[in-house]
């Protein structure tokens, strides 16, 4: 019954914060003011992952194909399509489940228990759309450009790892790189990305906003969001691939 309940008040949630700002200006702010917190403060963390599993997954993939009849062009192959499915949106995804999603549930849990949402209603503000929407929407926005930055610098960690070990040459690497790609791979990686960033942003605001008690009950519900929000990811990405693949 409590997952019916909380469910339900997540629901509620999402519908109440669907309404008409009272003034673009100050919510075009907060848009901003969002993207950036989003998407520049998570772009070193993206970038060291993003070349370091590609560099790693070039090695590896190296290592468990030790039949000379295999080209090594089929290792850029290989890496290109593990980072494109995979490694770029599902596991940055996660980080950053972790790295925004308890900024998010920490943010609005503060505000709650020092009652700055209920003086911002008594001000006859809709905080859930004043508060809640431009986080979804920044992170819609922001999260799959850093999805698209990570394949890109993926593939070339690997491409660079591949030629510092010895591994391929950059021209094998290119050539496998091109060799039998397909684009659906990248709009299937866009919408993992589109489908894990509402999760990114929706569950922790939910968990943030509905505090109840003092800066114990923010920590626990910064910690049950940042839990709940990798779950979903997962079996949102097992969902996807069943579904899309």
Known sequence: MKFFTEFGRYILMLKGMISKPENRKVYWKEFMHQCNDIGIGSLGIVVIISVFIGAVSTLQTAYQMVSPVIPKATIAQIVRDTVLLEFAPTLVCIVLAGVVGSKIASELGNMRVSEQIDALEIMGINTKTYLIMPKILAALLVIPMLVAISATLGIWGGRVAGEAAGILSTT??????????????????????????????????????????????????????????????????????????
Do not use: Q
């Open 172 to 245: 094998d690497f290119d050539k496998g790189l091109l060799s039998a790609f397909l684009p659906y791979n990248v709009f299937f990686a866009m919408v993992k990305a589109y489908v894990f960033s509402f999760i990114i942003s929706s569950v922790p605001a939910f968990y943030g906003y509905h505090v109840e008690g003092g800066a114990l009950e923010i920590g626990r519900a910064s910690t049950k969001s940042v839990v709940v929000s990798c779950v979903l990811i997962l079996f949102a990405d097992y969902v996807l691939a069943a579904l899309l693949l």
